[in-house]
């Protein structure tokens, strides 16, 4: 069990972020290796092809009061400039599916620990990990999602 600190800040930090980390220190890294190619890379299924229109639409449609992740990039640049954005995204959301590599930037994570009692007490049980990722892996992962859901349905018919 891990105390929180009265007073230094810097090392109450380092406590939370240590504690956060350590719940997933034994994972292991994914192996590319192991991942299996894809034969004919220039071919995908239509339903799995993100429309430029669609695309547009959703950046079009994004929250900008909500915090972007640690890639930087504001909501509202997103939602503003959505006409120009939605043609090199989809270019790149496309290949992403077509090879299964998520880009490296949009795997990390601010991690803010949110406390579930005022004051907290104790790092394991009175703070709620909140992840902040990038806007745009929320998005790709909206696309993916999506897919699962309807492939799921499609074989309990």
């Not at 994914?30 to 299996?36: Q, S």
């Not at 892996?137 to 993916?144: D, H, P």
Request: net charge negative.
């Amino acid at each position: 069990m891990v105390e929180t600190t009265r007073g230094d800040t810097d090392e109450r930090a380092e406590n939370i972020n240590s504690f956060f980390h350590s719940v997933s220190a034994d994972l292991q890294p994914l192996n590319v290796e192991t991942i299996a190619s894809v034969d004919d890379a220039d071919t995908l299924p239509e339903e799995l092809i993100i429309e430029l229109y669609d695309l547009e639409q959703k950046l079009a449609h994004i929250n900008i009061y909500k915090f972007p992740g640690p890639d930087g990039i504001p909501n509202w640049f997103l939602r503003d400039f959505s006409i120009w954005l939605a043609e090199p995204l989809s270019c790149i959301f496309n290949t992403s599916v077509k090879t299964g590599i998520f880009p490296q930037l949009w795997k990390r994570a601010n991690v803010v620990p949110v406390p579930k009692v005022q004051p907290p007490g104790n790092i394991e049980t009175d703070l709620r990990p909140i992840p902040l990722t990038p806007t745009l892996s929320k998005l790709l992962e909206s696309y993916v999602g999506t897919w699962m859901v309807n492939h799921g349905e499609s074989c309990i018919v």
